[in-house]
């Protein structure tokens, strides 16, 4: 059974740094094909994906966000790491990491979810 | 950047209806496409990937066709379980994107 499960602060101020992790059971993150991925849902809006990488630590990134994030991974630990810098009140969101099991990207499993404010 | 876009934005449905939901992209995608469903203060769960394949222990009445652009997700009978927000996501090209969502509300 995979799991994920995102941890990190819940409120930050502008112009701050958000890290967040991302901790899962269930697959390795040394052998693929398997990517995670970020994604976010500010309130009352739409899915929003963010960051992803894969196994052989390709990582892709959404260009409109790419110069205030970046992704990285511990396969040891289990875990994958969002940084986003520069926070804003935009960006205040539910933050998900989701799984996916192979090179075509789509999502099987999700994290409960990480809901993060933006505000000083 | 594909766009996709989901009508219609909302629909109220009376349960044991037949709903069927769009999703079209901006350009062609073959059939990399997936649908999710979302209930208030949950996270997404796939429905549909590949466009018609569905996803483990999904009840039969939910169904996905489609390809190039035009989509669709059908539910046969609506249950009173189904009642969610739906979303579609290409994966053809970087960036994945997601559609804006259709709001399936009891009638």
């Known amino acids: 059974q995979i799991t994920l499960k995102e941890s990190g602060p819940t409120l930050v101020k502008p112009t701050q740094t958000l890290t967040l992790t991302c901790t899962f059971s269930g697959f390795s993150l040394s052998t693929g094909p398997v990517a995670v991925a970020w994604i976010r849902q500010p309130p009352g809006r739409a899915l929003e994906w963010l960051a992803l990488?894969?196994?052989?630590?390709?990582?892709r990134y959404s260009p409109s966000l790419k110069s205030r994030l970046s992704i990285t991974k511990d396969a040891s630990k289990n875990q994958v790491v969002l940084t986003m810098t520069n926070m804003d009140p935009v960006d205040t969101a539910t933050y998900y990491c989701?799984?996916?099991?192979?090179?075509?990207?789509?999502?099987?499993?999700w994290g409960q979810g990480a809901l993060v404010a933006v505000s000083s | 950047e594909i766009v996709m876009t989901q009508s219609p934005a909302a629909l109220s449905v009376s349960p044991g209806e037949r709903v069927t939901l769009s999703c079209r992209a901006s350009?062609?995608?073959?059939?990399?496409l997936a649908w999710y469903q979302q209930k208030p203060g949950q996270a997404p769960r796939v429905l549909i990937y590949g466009a018609s394949t569905r996803a483990a222990s999904l009840p039969a009445r939910f169904s996905g066709s489609g390809s190039g652009t035009e989509f669709t997700l059908t539910i046969s009978s609506l249950q009173s379980e189904d009642f969610a927000v739906y979303y579609c996501?290409?994966?053809?090209?970087?960036?994945?994107?997601f559609g804006q969502g259709t709001r399936v509300e009891i009638k």
């Open positions: 989701a799984h996916s099991g192979g090179l075509a990207v789509w999502f099987g499993s």
């Open positions: 350009q062609t995608i073959s059939s990399k």
């Open positions: 990488i894969f196994w052989d630590d390709d990582e």
């Open positions: 996501q290409q994966y053809d090209s970087w960036p994945m994107t």
